[in-house]
T-cell receptor, first 111, second 113 residues
């Protein structure tokens, strides 16, 4: 059975304090690994899709990387507006196109 | 704005009742997904439709059903509602190819009292 585990569950950072969020996965036939950002009471907002080990993608202060067993979301010099829940999801060969989500990492960046 | 439209935004209903949630996908998207999000369970995949046909099924209860119409909009029907069905229900859409980005709507808040 496909599994997606995110850690830590919650993370508090000072503004400018860089860190990484982890997403470990086990899946039969990975078709894609997705990162989303979700603000309270809102729908998940797409950030990145990674397709194969070794791939990296960047957007502003965020950088996502992928290995065969896990993905990292690196946050460089975060700002308070980066506070949100970050969700990782996998798309597997046997799931149609549906995404299987982890429970997320709740990030709080304080001034 | 993701382009995925969901109605209603908020809904309060009593146990035992039936409700219908509606979703309009992004223009050009053929695939529609329904997800349930509760505080303790995270985002749970319910069901997916592609161009009017059911494509994949997740943890959808028998009391729940969905369909996708010829104009590609979708409806999620929830019946015999229980307190535990209170959650945020999301619709998402994509073109429908592997690896394509899946865009989420803003959700429908369902409260069962």
């Amino acid at each position: 059975e496909d599994q997606v585990t995110q850690s830590p569950e919650a993370l508090r950072l000072q503004e400018g304090e860089s860190s990484s969020l982890n997403c470990s996965y086990t899946v039969s036939g990975l078709r894609g690994l997705f990162w989303y950002r979700q603000d309270p009471g809102k729908g998940p907002e797409f950030l990145f899709t990674l397709y194969s080990a070794g791939e990296e993608k960047e957007k502003e202060r965020l950088k996502a990387t992928l290995t065969k067993k896990e993905s990292f979301l690196h946050i460089t010099a975060p700002k308070p507006e980066d506070s949100a829940t970050y969700l990782c999801a996998v798309q597997a060969a046997n799931s149609g196109y549906a995404l299987n989500f982890g429970k997320g990492t709740s990030l709080l960046v304080t001034p | 704005d993701s382009g995925v439209t969901q109605t209603p935004k908020h809904l309060i209903t009593a146990t035992g009742q039936r409700v219908t949630l509606r979703c309009s996908p992004r223009s050009g998207d053929l695939s529609v997904y329904w997800y349930q999000q509760s505080l303790d369970q995270g985002l749970q995949f319910l069901i997916q439709y592609y161009n009017g046909e059911e494509r994949a099924k997740g943890n959808i209860l028998e009391r729940f059903s969905a369909q996708q119409f010829p104009d590609l909009h979708s409806e999620l029907n929830l019946s015999s509602l229980e307190l535990g069905d209170s959650a945020l229900y999301f619709c998402a859409s994509s073109v429908g190819r592997v690896g394509n980005t899946i865009y989420f709507g803003e959700g429908s808040w369902l409260t069962v009292v």
